[in-house]
Structures are given as structure tokens and as C-alpha cells.
């Protein structure tokens, strides 16, 4: 798909900020759900996106998730311990490595953090709605590239390693449309 690249188009220009702005109010309205979704679990912002992760990924190591979030080990620890607290993980032995520890989500605490998406979730399906199988894949398209760029420019304010902050679904979690917010 080829973008218009004439200088002087004002309509791009002026598009161009709109979008800019238009995302930027996105990310607030994202960045105020998730808090008040945090708040209404008495946890917070980072509590409740170590859940998600554990959520779509599975059950993994403390060190896996320090990898992921970019937090370091102590602050993981801390997570860790606020969420066992309030009954959202427990903490195993890995049956492959009894020296090591795993962390996984207690499922029996995760219907009523999931109620907590429904509305959101009902709108999205509701928005979905209104847009062709081909508009769907660009919107999938912008959505993905979107969240890379801005996973690697946290990567470089954070100075996390490449690795790090990459918290795709690989695999053990319930999927995209498990109760949890895109």
C-alpha cells in the first residue's frame, strides 16, 4: 500500500495530526480503564498487567516475567507477593526443575476480574461489527505494528535488553478473547 508522500498535501497533514491526537486520546482512555479496572481489584497498574500476561502466556518464572515487563527481579518479587496476597497467583515448584519456581494464575479468581471486560468487550464486538473482513485485517495490521514500535521505544527508555518487554502469546495462556482487555 503506498502512501502519499507529496509535500505540501495539507489534507495528509492536517489527517496526520488528527491520527496523532486521535492516539493519543486512545492511549488515555486505555491508560484510565486500566486503572480504574486495577482499582476496582485493589491492585495496581503493573499488578493487573502481570496478571494479563500471565493470562495470555501461562504459567512462567519470576525471571521470565522480569524479562517481559522490564522490571527488575525485586520489583517482580513485589508484584508477585501483592498478587499471591490477594488470592490471584500462586507460586509452584516447575515440575521440570524442582530448584526452580513458576507462577500461574489461581483460575478460580479470574471470572470476577473478567466481568470487569465485558462492557468494554461488548462495545469492541459491537464496533468490529461495522467493518469489512478486509478493514478488519488493516486495523489488525496498524494495531500490531503500532504496539512494536512503541514496545522498542520503551525498550530504549527503559534500557531493556531486545528480549525483553515482547509479551506476544506464545503459547499456555486462554487466548485473545479469554475476559481480558485488548
Do not use: C
Not at 491520527?19 to 493487573?48: M, N, P, Q, W
Not at 520489583?75 to 499471591?84: E, H, I, Y
Not at 526443575?97 to 466481568?115: F, S, T, Y
Request: proline share 5%; no cysteine.
Amino acid at each position: 500500500m503506498a502512501a502519499s508522500t507529496g509535500e505540501g498535501d495539507e489534507g495528509r497533514e492536517r489527517l496526520l495530526a488528527r491520527l496523532r491526537a486521535a492516539g493519543r486520546e486512545h492511549s488515555t482512555a486505555a491508560v484510565l480503564f486500566h486503572a480504574a479496572v486495577a482499582e476496582k481489584l485493589g491492585l495496581g497498574a503493573t499488578d493487573t498487567k502481570t496478571l494479563d500476561l500471565l493470562e495470555r502466556q501461562g504459567p512462567m518464572s519470576p525471571g521470565r516475567l522480569a524479562r517481559l515487563t522490564g522490571l527488575a527481579p525485586a520489583s517482580v518479587t513485589g508484584v508477585l507477593d501483592r498478587l499471591q496476597r490477594r488470592g490471584f497467583i500462586r507460586r509452584l515448584r516447575d515440575p521440570e526443575d524442582g530448584r526452580r519456581q513458576l507462577v500461574e494464575i489461581d483460575r478460580a479468581r479470574i471470572p470476577p476480574v473478567e466481568e470487569l471486560f465485558t462492557d468494554l468487550l461488548a462495545g469492541l464486538d459491537r464496533l468490529y461489527a461495522g467493518y469489512t473482513t478486509e478493514q478488519l485485517a488493516l486495523i489488525l495490521d496498524w494495531l500490531t505494528r503500532t504496539t512494536e514500535i512503541q514496545r522498542a521505544a520503551a525498550q530504549r527508555l527503559s534500557g531493556t535488553p531486545r528480549g525483553g518487554l515482547n509479551p506476544r502469546r506464545t503459547g499456555g495462556g486462554r487466548g485473545p478473547r479469554s475476559g481480558w482487555a485488548p
